[in-house]
């Protein structure tokens, strides 16, 4: 999809949220069950994504950790982002590569008593953009997208979770 048709999709979705309060607003809902060993199948919608731990935890590795998934979500929804606000401001032909690192501690994950949070402790990343337009304008497309990212909010924004469960015996 070129970069005109991105803006004028952009521009088009920007004006019906304006005009229509209310439109755009979703709950999105995926399944996952749990397989033979650790491996899980989420499904959602047409789409399904397998997971998987490593062997050294019990895995078997045979498809990416929720780590690499998040990792990936992340990167991607930052990289559709800056396409999407360079697209909309017009800067031309725009190639963006986006590095995640994310540091975390296994006994945090592992062991109850360890003071280490279970998830990462630090999450990095790094821009590299290929444009020519002016870097002011680069910036500005950087900032926009950083501060609409709905992945870079999600992991930098504290958000209300909530479980519910049903347990039933095997076989009822």
Not at 32 to 39: A, F, I, N, P, R
Request: hydrophobic content about 40%.
């Amino acid at each position: 999809m070129g970069m005109t048709t991105i803006a004028d999709n952009i521009r088009r979705l920007e004006e019906a949220v304006v005009r229509r309060p209310g439109f755009g607003r979703a709950t999105c809902r995926s399944r996952t069950t749990l397989g033979d060993g650790l491996k899980c199948i989420s499904v959602e919608d047409d789409w399904t994504v397998d997971t998987d731990l490593p062997a050294a935890l019990g895995g078997s590795s045979s498809a990416p950790t929720p780590g690499v998934l998040l990792r990936a979500a992340l990167g991607a929804c930052m990289a559709m982002s800056y396409r999407l606000r360079a697209a909309r401001a017009g800067l031309g032909p725009f190639t963006v590569t986006v590095d995640v690192e994310a540091d975390s501690q296994l006994a945090g994950m592992l062991l109850a008593t360890s003071a280490a949070p279970p998830g990462f402790t630090g999450i990095r990343y790094h821009v590299e953009v290929e444009c020519d337009a002016p870097h002011d304008d680069i910036r500005r497309v950087l900032d926009e997208g950083d501060r609409l990212s709905p992945m870079l909010d999600a992991i930098g924004r504290a958000t209300t979770v909530t479980r519910s469960a049903t347990i039933r015996p095997v076989g009822g």
